[in-house]
Every structure is written in structure tokens, then in C-alpha cells.
């Protein structure tokens, strides 16, 4: 691809503007099943971050100005974002999902060893147990995930895993991981999936890292686990997600 592709970044106070061209022409060429032609972020300082397609600046700048401060996260403001975002794409072949769900974003600084508990242990990517969880333990260590299981009758029935390589994260500017947390469903609530989340918290801490939880404002359960984690809320977000229309 010969284009070059740049960001415009416009920057006021505490308002960022992101503008991502590279990212709208590839929407409109087609070359992903995925588009994501506005999200948002609204720090606890106050501070707002919006990544947005270039054409579409002046309708964030009009929802900036229809819902200031926490308004932003009312269904009202996530229907608008989703009716006319979501509208602007909808003509190259994505649609969006209706929903009124956006995201809460924690800080974990360390988690009460006593959570953990004895079944669960650092996955090394070899394990022979039968594995209920959706994770690919080999893949995942092989390219640089840390991983902490639990095992319970010679199955592994819970885990926590980085959710992109820690080798990503490794240096001096970005020392930030974010983690997610599986639990198979005939053994929830037996503290099995907090327990591995406990581990893989306390040794991203030990090598340095802060660690990220992002969860729901639909899911409960985990803004439950990660509060017994210590974790803080830092920011909140939502975006319009587009997905292409295929005949399959």
C-alpha cells in the first residue's frame, strides 16, 4: 500500500481529538470486517480522548457539545453516537450492534494473596489437562502471554491471561498490561477464576507492569471480581463498533 496514512491530532485543555485517516480509508476500501469510526474516553480527571474518522470530526465535536460530562454515557447519548456514526458507515457495507453498553476501565495495583488458591499455578503452555476455557495455552505462552490457571479433577476449569504479549508492553514508556479472566460455567462462583486473576495480578506487579481490567457496564460478575481485586475505575468508555455484512 502506498498511501501514507497519518493521525491529526487536535488538542484543547483536556479535550484530545484523534482524527485516524489510515483507519477510514481502509473502512471504506473494505480491507476489514471491522470499522470503529468513533470511540471515547472520559478520564476521572476530567480529561476527554476521542479517536474519530476524519470526516466524522464535526459530529464528535456536535455529541461533545449535545453531552457534556457524564451525559456522554446516558443511552441517549450512546443511541445518538450509534444512530450517527454507526449511519456513516452503514452505506459501506457495516452495521451496528444496538446496545447500551460501555465499559469501565481499572487500575489494579496489587491483590490479597489470599485469594489465590492452592489449584491454581502459571501455565508453561504444555499442560495435558483437559482445558475448559477458551484460551490456547501453547499459542498464548509461545508468543509471550502470562497465564495463570486453575485445576481442579485434571481439568483446567478457570484462568487469566494477558490480554496481548507482555513483550508489547516492555519498556520504559508502556508499562501497562491489560488482563481478562475465564471461568467455565459449571464452576463459577467458587473462586477460581479470582484466584488466577489474584496471581497474574501480582506477578505483572512484581515484574514492574500496571495492570489494566476492563468490564462491562452490562456484566456485573465482573465488576464484582474486579473490585475484590482492588481495583480502581480510571476512565470510561464506549465506541461504535461497525461489522461488515457478509453473505455467509
Not at 491530532?9 to 479535550?15: Q, T
Not at 485517516?21 to 472520559?42: C, H, K
Not at 476527554?48 to 455529541?63: G, H, Y
Not at 445518538?80 to 456514526?85: I, P, T, Y
Request: hydrophobic share 40%; glycine share 8%; aromatic share 12%.
Amino acid at each position: 500500500m502506498s498511501e501514507l496514512f497519518f493521525e491529526r491530532i487536535y488538542m484543547a485543555d483536556k479535550l484530545t481529538i484523534i482524527e485516524d485517516e489510515g483507519a477510514e480509508q481502509l473502512a471504506r476500501e473494505g480491507e476489514f470486517e471491522l470499522a470503529i469510526p468513533f470511540s471515547l474516553y472520559l478520564y476521572n480527571d476530567g480529561g476527554i480522548r476521542i479517536n474519530v474518522f476524519p470526516s466524522l470530526k464535526k459530529d464528535a465535536e456536535e455529541f461533545l457539545s449535545l453531552f457534556p460530562d457524564d451525559r456522554m454515557f446516558s443511552p441517549e447519548a450512546l443511541g445518538w453516537a450509534r444512530e450517527r456514526f454507526g449511519g456513516a458507515i452503514s452505506a459501506e457495507g457495516y452495521t451496528t450492534e444496538d446496545t447500551d453498553v460501555f465499559f469501565y476501565d481499572y487500575l489494579v495495583k496489587g491483590a490479597d494473596r489470599s485469594l489465590i488458591l492452592p489449584e491454581t499455578f502459571r501455565v508453561c503452555g504444555s499442560e495435558e489437562a483437559e482445558n475448559l476455557t477458551g484460551y490456547d495455552f501453547g499459542y498464548m505462552t509461545n508468543y509471550g502471554h502470562v497465564c495463570f490457571a486453575a485445576e481442579v479433577d485434571g481439568k483446567i476449569v478457570a484462568a487469566a491471561c494477558t490480554n496481548y504479549p507482555v513483550l508489547l508492553a516492555d519498556d520504559q514508556d508502556d508499562r501497562r498490561v491489560e488482563i481478562g479472566v475465564e471461568t467455565s460455567p459449571e464452576y463459577r462462583r467458587r473462586g477460581y477464576g479470582i484466584s488466577c486473576a489474584a496471581a497474574l495480578v501480582n506477578e505483572l506487579v512484581a515484574q514492574g507492569f500496571e495492570v489494566l481490567y476492563e468490564c462491562g457496564s452490562d456484566n456485573p460478575a465482573s465488576v464484582a471480581l474486579v473490585d475484590r481485586l482492588g481495583g480502581s475505575v480510571f476512565a470510561k468508555n464506549f465506541c461504535v463498533v461497525g461489522r461488515k455484512e457478509t453473505d455467509e
